[in-house]
């Protein structure tokens, strides 16, 4: 093999992986991304100077994150036993009418809301850089493999 053709599979290999080597790719946080606000406000009590522009509503900054989620504490309240004086008379019921049980109340479970990083699941499958790399890397070897192929049959039979 002469040194030409070493070094251009080196450089081959080199141009094909070097992207890959790169910065990792930075995770851009916003409210959707959120599902309560005080998971929102830990993110952005972590840097105030907050890079992801979780203090989005209108007006002067207030510290505050996403506002607009619903809280931990809203979603799941405590019930208060009412005051005597407030509970309604029932109204009567004809006898024919069968009497229906209410369904039971079931708080919903509280799940981690930061998708890989709580570790409930992600992406699935690569990116579409990572797919555009592995099909130009592919192509660039089955070319390169045929180049190199079709020169040497092309010299004929190598003299020892």
């Known amino acids: 093999m002469s040194s030409r053709s070493m070094v251009a599979g080196i450089a081959l290999a080199i141009v094909s992986v070097a992207p890959l080597s790169g910065v990792a790719h930075a995770q851009d946080l916003d409210c959707v991304d959120f599902r309560y606000q005080e998971d ?3 993110e952005f009590n972590r840097d105030t100077r907050d890079p992801h522009r979780l203090d989005e509503d209108q007006g002067p900054d207030d510290q505050i994150a ?3 989620l619903p809280r931990r504490s809203d979603v799941n ?9 407030t509970v309604p008379t029932p109204a009567p019921v004809a006898p024919s009418a069968l009497p ?9 479970p ?3 809301s930061r998708g890989t990083r709580a ?10 850089l990572s797919l555009a ?7 660039s070897a ?10 040497r049959l092309s010299r004929g039979p190598e003299r020892s």
């Open 40 to 42: 929102a406000q830990a």
């Open 100 to 108: 229906v049980a209410p369904a039971p109340v079931v708080p919903a």
């Open 119 to 128: 570790g409930i699941g992600g992406a699935s499958g690569p990116s579409d």
């Open 66 to 68: 996403c506002e607009r």
């Open 77 to 85: 309240p405590v019930p208060v036993n009412p005051s005597p004086t």
């Open 142 to 151: 089955a070319a390169a493999g045929g180049y190199l192929t079709a020169r």
């Open 110 to 112: 509280l799940t981690p």
């Open 133 to 139: 790399l592995g099909l130009t890397l592919a192509i």
